[in-house]
């Protein structure tokens, strides 16, 4: 059994003991009500993540004026009328085992009047790169109402019953656009110097513990570094941190960026190591004495203990993690490090939705937020179920239906199950997906469904089974567009060529620059072949979400990939050249050894239809339906094990 002492020291915080290091990150949801109440949702959603074992949950970013709202659905605290809903959550999570604290926040030039319904305010009247929008200079009346709105709702989280207050310093929202030059421009007291920059938080701290007293543990949440140019360095941070120490906050939780930072390093998707910001929270615990919280892809525990046994950090935020795995902790104890299921850091469920202003979920877990729909029930009538395709999808169902009591049996054509997931492990830094992979496979030989590869199903072999009802997951086949030539030997699909069913020389076209396509030539990249990819649109990675597009991108730039938009394939030729159209004119690329086909797929429902003359109760469910993300695949997927 794995030794995680550390982690499960208990450690206490001003006025607050928590019986271990590991923090829940504070995440908006877009659980709340439109007007910033708490709702059933939003509390089952914390009971679950309290439940799993963490010693604090940071409950999410929650505005403090109603012009510092930063999504439509956002948790407010700015009024006295919150406080009983806020009490009712913080009761729950207390008894479901862990303390509470609120994140204090204001969005200030990072939302638009579109959320707010006014124009935003900032230290200086310049647009936010992300939004675009022009803020309101704030004036020093300003300035001082802002703060004494920050001790209001500081003295609204107290009469909740919160055991603590994080003040959100970081990612780019109001407070760090006065601390960073990259926002701040002022030449006044508030401005002009890393002292005038880091007045306005230093007062807000100032203010928050007059209101809530002397042992009343506020913490402060700060960005290591902006990495955008202009922006807070590590050491301008290090002098702030400081200052925040003086001021008496009680710990310092440290994150990075902000919204113009690129590459989604807030919320770092695969692409990024693991503890990547370590370094920072090492840098910040040797200049403070307080307790300092490390962040940022730290939910392997053994990860998480190691952190701590460095003496980088004194306790450990996971985010995401929990949104894939509430029971981390819970698991992390128990020393069963194999039962957790691993978060990918795909962000396409998280951060991607709550971007585009609606809930939050999780790709592998669409329980997540959905506690009480997606909630397992034992079948009141055991079946035998069949389910043919052993992708994500497939593999969800026939785990949900073996949880559920049901007899399963789950039929895959290919020698490995993984399906589409089995392709998206093989392009470099997707270790995570083979690891979720990995953990949905075990889980369903732990359940005893009995697996059939290499088999192709049939209405025959189907029925051999005498299944009560069959769920089909049979994916799509991918499209080999009419274009000349592409019948030729030396064409083949992206699948193929991940999965190493076919080989390729060392120069490839790639055609088709969507998400597969993209990650193909990512792949072939890393095994340094000359690389062209045609798109006949105009954008790259459609379908990949934001942060590792642009990570992606990177790699096939660094790596020489030539990348063509708006070109249409005419021809493959006999002697490897290609004919293209593209701005107007037909043009001639290569020769090329290889052509790659990542254009698109169609749904394999022919199974289905043949088994719905036969078998009364049949579902047909994921990319067989029509080719989504995986997401909706999963989802999908989870519904539908749960009605049978
Ligand atoms: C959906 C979502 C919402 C987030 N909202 C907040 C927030 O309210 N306040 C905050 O400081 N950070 C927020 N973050 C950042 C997380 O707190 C955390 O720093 C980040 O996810 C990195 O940790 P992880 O790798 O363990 O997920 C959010 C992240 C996600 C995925
Ligand atoms: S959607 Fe992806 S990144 Fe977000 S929590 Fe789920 S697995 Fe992790």
Known sequence: MPRLDRLFQPITIGAMHLPNRLVMAPMVTNYASEDGQVTPRLIDYLSARAAGGVGLVVVEASYVRSDGRGFVNQLGIHRDDLVPGLHQLVDTIHANGAKAAIQLFHAGRQTTSAITGIQPIAPSPTPDPATGQLPREMTLADIEQIQLDFADAARRARAAGFDAVEIHGAHGYLIAQFFSPFSNHRTDEYGAGIHGRARFGLEIVRRVRDVVGPDYPIHFRISGEECVPGGLSIDQTRIIASLLEEAGVNALHVSVGNYATPGRLITAPMDIDRGFLVPLARKIKDVVSVPVIAVGRLENPLLAEQVLAMGAADLIAIGRGLLTDPEIPNKARRGDLDAIFPCIACNQACIAYLMEQRPISCLLNPGCGNEREFALMKSARPKRVVVVGGGPGGLEAARILAERGHTVQLIEEHTRLGGEFATATVPPKKEEIAAALGWMISEVRRLGVQV????????????????????????????????????????????????????VGGRVLVVGAGAVGLETAEFLVAQQKKVTAIEMTETFGTGLEEGHRYWVMETLRAGGAVLLNRTTLEAFEANGTVHVYREGRGEILGPFDNVVLAAGYRPNDTLYQQLRACIPEVYLIGDAVKPRSATEAIREAVRTARKI
Not at 481 to 500: M, N, S
């Open 452 to 503: 059939l590869l290499g088999t192709v199903a049939t209405p025959e072999i189907v029925q051999q089974s005498h299944p009560d009802a069959v769920i089909v997951a049979t994916g799509a086949r991918p499209v080999r567009p009419p274009v000349t030539g592409l019948d030729r030997p030396e064409v083949v699909f992206a699948r193929d060529v991940l999965l190493g069913r076919s080989a």
